[in-house]
């Protein structure tokens, strides 16, 4: 019902059906409602998230949630790790405050880190870094995972959200960064142009300049018509990242 709901685009519907049913939901039922939320958020009406919070039935689906994750009962240890990503994804759309969920989320998800799916993970660590809420065990225990990967078990968008997520958290390691500079220029043709700029930035960041990756991905933008797709913070981005990489493409400066 909360699926076929937000299909409506009507968000006050949506919570009205939200609402109808908190009583009876189950961890996966809770979690739906909170991504859903996040979700419609993202639109362009900027108000949607400020709507979402303020409501009286945000302010019960959030206790829930809290009350779920941080019951002393084992409540939380028993909730399925695909819920509790898309919870914290949906609260970092949103930006909602919840240190305290975050942390304890975080430390559950150190325990069972290699029970997420690959996009679920993405997720989880993209909504720490969006969030800034400081989660260096979770990161650490990320990485030792993506260390071990085979290749391919991560995908384009997947590749381009790690590199992002631990780049805005902070977390510096030259041989993971090294192994997503292996895997990404095969799937440069199929990120947007935000997911690139997003990519250069993020290596730029921690200070890792793989030429052959910086080589692929600068010809990318300035080649087949890509840069008319970029916009202008996305190209300074890019731009920036290049410079900073000592990457010197005539080609993506005569394409400007």
Request: charged residues 25%; contains cysteine; hydrophobic residues 50%.
């Amino acid at each position: 019902r909360i699926t076929s709901a937000a299909q409506s685009g009507d968000l006050a519907f949506v919570l009205r059906t939200i609402g109808a049913h908190l009583d009876e939901m189950n961890d996966i039922n809770l979690a739906t409602s909170m991504h859903r939320l996040g979700k419609m958020t993202t639109r362009k009406d900027t108000r949607n998230s400020l709507d979402v919070q303020s409501s009286p039935v945000f302010v019960k689906l959030y206790s829930i949630i809290f009350e779920r994750i941080m019951s002393p009962g084992g409540e939380a240890s028993a909730m399925p790790v695909h819920c509790m990503a898309v919870i914290v994804w949906g609260l970092a759309v949103m930006k909602h405050p919840a240190p305290e969920l975050f942390r304890a989320v975080a430390e559950l998800a150190v325990t069972r880190i290699d029970d997420f799916q690959a996009f679920e993970f993405c997720q989880l660590l993209w909504a720490f870094a969006k969030s800034g809420i400081e989660a260096y065990a979770l990161f650490r225990a990320a990485a030792r995972r993506l260390k071990s990967r085979r290749d391919g078990d991560m995908k384009g968008l997947c590749l381009s959200m790690l590199a992002w997520s631990f780049s805005m958290a902070g977390v510096r390691d030259p041989e993971l960064f090294t192994g997503f500079a292996k895997e990404l220029p095969k799937y440069v043709l199929e990120l947007k142009p935000q997911e690139i700029a997003n990519c250069l930035k993020a290596f730029a960041n921690v200070d890792v300049y793989d030429e052959a990756f910086f080589m692929c991905f600068a010809t990318d933008v300035a080649v087949g018509g890509r840069m008319v797709g970029f916009k202008a913070q996305e190209l300074i981005d890019v731009i920036r990242s290049v410079v900073k990489a000592g990457h010197h493409d005539p080609a993506l400066f005569e394409h400007l």
